[in-house]
Structures are given as C-alpha cells and as structure tokens.
C-alpha cells in the first residue's frame, strides 16, 4: 500500500505562529490533508535550514519574498491573504459569489494590516534589529498602538460582524461573511487570541464594545476541527519570537475609554 | 443627449498618491471611464469631508476600513490589492489563468508591504502623530531601511522580472508577469518611482543590480495611458504628506554595497 501524498504543503517558520498561523487554522479547520513541512525532523525536510532553501530555490518560476509559502501540485503561492484566496473555495472556507470573496478578502488583508502593526509594536525601527536595541520607541509605539488602533480595529471589526448578521435569523451562528464558516472568522479568531495575548488590558478595556466579536472567536474556538487543532501539539503557543508577544512593559493601562 | 455614467468611482484622498495612486494607475493605464470623487469639487461632492462621510457610511454592507475605496456598480470594494484583484480581469490588466492572477495578486501583496515599510520610516512611533515628534526613531528606521530593505525589495524584484522574462523572446517588453502589460508593472513603476524621490541615493545605489526593472519602470512611463496621465493634472505629484517624502534627512548615503 502506498502512502497518499498531501494534498498541500506549508512552508512556514516551525517555532512560531507568525502569519503561517492563518493558514494552518484554515487547513485545520477544513481537515485538509497537508504537511506543516518544517515541523518535521531536518532529515525529513524540516528544520529553518531546509525552509530558506525551499525559499530561495532558483526553481520557482514565481519567487516567494518570505514564508508563510503553500505549495500545491506545481503551484507556489506566497502571501498570506493571497494563499487564503486560493485555498478559501478548495477548503469550503468561503462563499461562493464574487461580492463575498472580495469582501473576505478584503477583510483579510485589513486583519493582516493589524497584524503588522501588532508586530511593529515590538519592532519599531526595524524587524532586523532585536527588540532589546528598540525597547525605547516600543514603548512610545505601544502607547499609540494600545489607545489608537487596538480599539481602532477591533471596533470596525465589531461593526463588520454586526453588518453582516444583521439580516441573519436570531440564534444564527456569528459570522463576519456569509452565513457559514469562512477563513475570515478563522482569521479573526487568530487577531483576537492574539492582542488578547500580548495587549490583554487594552483589549479587555474594548470588551463592552465587541460583543459580536467576542461571541465569535469563542464559537470558532469551539468549532470542531479547531478545538481539535487548538489541543493539539500542532498548534504552536504564542511565545516572544512570534507577531504577538507578551512584554509586561508594553502591556500599557489604556489612557482612554 | 444624457451624460453616461462612469463605470468606476475611486473614493481616495485627493492631495496624495498614496495608496490610492496604484488604483489610478489601472483605471488611466487602461482607460477606463472613471471618477476620482473626493477631487471633484466640494459642492459635486469631492473634498476630504465628503470623502469621509462616504467611509463611514452605515448603507455599505461591507465596511470599508480606509481609502482607496472602489465603487462599480453595487459593489463598494477596499484594500488596494483587492480592488486590484477585482479591476485587472475586467481592464485587462492580468493575464486569464489561475496561477498568473495569483502571482500577481503576490506581488502586488508584496510591493505593498514596500510601500507600508516606506511609510512607516517616516512615522515608526505612529502614523496618528506628526513626523516632527518622531524624527529621531524616524532617522534610526531609515538607516535600516536603506541598508537592509530597500535592497531586498529590489533585488527581489529584479528577480522577479528576470524569472519571468526567461523564457520571451529577445526585446520583448519587459513585465513581472505573463507577456502583457499587468497591474503588477504599474505597481512596480509607482514603487520605484516613489522610492527614487524619497531615498534617491538608496536606490542609485542599486541601479546596477536592478538593470531589468529599471527599464521596466521606463517602459511602464511610456505606455501611451500611463504616459498621457503622468503628463495631466490628474496626477498629483509626489509630495510630503503621502506615503514618499523626500526629508533630506532622511535619505541617507547606503552604508552597504
């Protein structure tokens, strides 16, 4: 009997969440079958050393800038909303109709908007420098980051959710597009859990304002192949390499209501 | 004798190129028949307050986050590479096969993040305060930027033109994908373009190692579109309110080779 080869491959960093993260929630969610490619052991292709040669291989006829990268049959696909875009229909993770895939595209790129700032919160001046020779202007970023944008997008997405529940019946699962699952609610649980990880304060203070939000990221968590996943140990704990880091320092008192 | 409605309507911030530029640039580029709302003037509904009034919306079904904004039709479509997504099938701006649409909607991802990192080399701390309270964190990001990513972003993109001009036959235009003018080759011009006027002496620095996407961007100013536009009113030229700022201070000489 031979073994069936996956139907996807993710390259993406093995020690982080990062923006791999997005589309690992989506593949779990979906059951798909896939290989998280540098989790495996270095003989098995795995480890950083193999991820940057894949990355770099003169062979791709589209050259990826920087992981997370998918691979599927003879395509690579890089970017994260971009990788989603493709696997959104294959994985039943997005409605059908035009209006609705650019509506969950867009929304993804607005949450990976958020995500690089969550980043460079942490890394102001440059990802290439440690956080130890930035923690300064951090602090400063932090400030602006935590009374500005984190009410800022969890606001609108608060509204995003509300509009498109508007018409759907009561008791109607929550949804930011269309009326089943989509990676867009995936993706929004990852935001949360996130700032809820590194900002905990600022994000608490936002909780009388996103109701919606907050019911959906529990409803995801609950969903099957993502509480599956989320016990699993393929699912990566935060931890101060990734996007969303938890500096007690950064985790400010909001200045405002 | 009724006045045809335009197809399209770009709701952006009429005194910038910003992000809003890469949309202008399909729409002349192609030709289409289109109006730039927030320049009109106020009374026809242009100017920033109509702009905002417009974003803020409660009618739309799907929020929009920020400018550029399209309306086509019932559609109301954000995020510049979504909008993009949306616009180059129907401008014939991308070529008709899956894994072409992908790459390119990979690239324009990624001059994107260029354009972010640009961005934020001038307002590191937060882009909700003024440059002149952030000069010296921006002065360390721009010493990273020139040194480690401006030559990453080029190179890269150099190489991306080159991949895809492997296989074309001698003195074919040059493009970053398939063999037609995309989307994907107005972006790069509006990158490179907006690079040299920020960080001219970074990028000079580079111009041997970006041979092809030099002449691609020289081509690209010659598209009979894209040439009549540049030449027009309609362009707004580049200055320190947009996302390019030419700060002396802030173009340093590359310490690197």
Redesign the interface.
């Known amino acids: 009997m031979t073994k069936k080869a996956p139907t996807y491959e993710l390259h993406y960093w093995p020690s982080i969440q990062g923006r791999g993260e997005f589309v690992r929630l989506a593949l779990e969610a979906a059951g798909a079958a896939y290989v998280d490619v540098a989790r495996l052991a270095s003989g098995d292709g795995g480890g950083e050393k193999n991820l940057v040669r894949f990355l770099k291989d003169d062979a791709?006829?589209?050259?990826?800038?920087a992981p997370p990268i998918l691979k599927a049959g003879d395509?690579v696909?890089?970017?994260t909303?971009?990788i989603l875009?493709?696997l959104g229909p294959r994985l039943g993770l997005v409605p059908d109709d035009e209006?609705s895939r650019?509506?969950a595209?867009?929304h993804q790129?607005?949450i990976m908007?958020a995500v690089?700032e969550a980043h460079?919160v942490h890394h102001?001046?440059?990802a290439?420098?440690y956080y130890e020779d930035?923690r300064e202007?951090a602090l400063?970023?932090a400030r602006?980051?935590i009374d500005?944008r984190v009410p800022k997008f969890l606001g609108?997405f608060e509204?995003?959710v509300a509009?498109n529940m508007s018409d759907a019946p009561e008791n109607a699962p929550l949804r930011a597009v269309g009326s089943s699952l989509s990676y867009v609610d995936l993706s929004l649980f990852q935001l949360v859990s996130g700032l809820e990880y590194a900002f905990p304060k600022a994000v608490r203070r936002q909780h009388r304002r996103m109701p919606k939000l907050l019911e959906l990221t529990r409803q995801v968590a609950s969903e099957p192949g993502v509480a599956r996943y989320l016990a699993s140990e393929r699912r990566v704990p935060f931890n101060e390499d990734g996007i969303f880091r938890k500096y007690p320092e950064l985790d400010l008192e909001p200045t405002k209501q």
């Open positions: 791709h006829t589209v050259p990826p800038f395509l696909i890089a970017q909303a971009n875009l493709f209006a650019l509506a595209n867009q790129l607005t908007d690089h460079d102001p001046i440059s290439g420098l930035q202007p400063a970023a602006a980051f500005e609108y509204r995003v509009t």
